[in-house]
């Protein structure tokens, strides 16, 4: 049974904006740290940014830093990947990972 859930992939022009949200079991956001991956074609599954539970602490990967921001929403249930500033490097397959759980990704295309 898949736990996680993530949705927003979608066709996207080089420098705009792409909001990524992972459903998650709203316990788990007090138990786990909530991980983003992804993967781009000819490449293997890269960690793109981390949540951590209890102090909201933030890390990125720097091929993103300074673009994405990883945020969640305890009431909604809800880990979110702002992206910004896309290239067309960023296209791939964005995964949610919790513990030992993934999602079933959902695609980005950076394309003009």
Not at 25 to 53: H, N, Q, S
């Amino acid at each position: 049974q898949v736990q996680l859930v993530e949705s927003g992939g979608d066709l996207v022009q080089p420098g705009g904006s792409l909001r990524l949200s992972c459903s998650v079991p709203r316990f788990w956001l007090e138990m786990y740290d909530i991980r983003w991956y992804r993967r781009t074609p000819g490449k293997e599954r890269e960690w793109v940014a981390t949540v951590r539970i209890g102090s909201d602490a933030t890390a990125y990967a720097d091929s993103v830093k300074g673009r994405f921001i990883i945020s969640r929403d305890i009431g909604k249930s809800t880990v979110y990947l702002q992206m910004n500033k896309v290239t067309p490097d960023d296209t791939g397959v964005y995964y949610c990972n919790a513990f030992a759980d993934w999602g079933q990704g959902t695609q980005v295309t950076v394309s003009a």
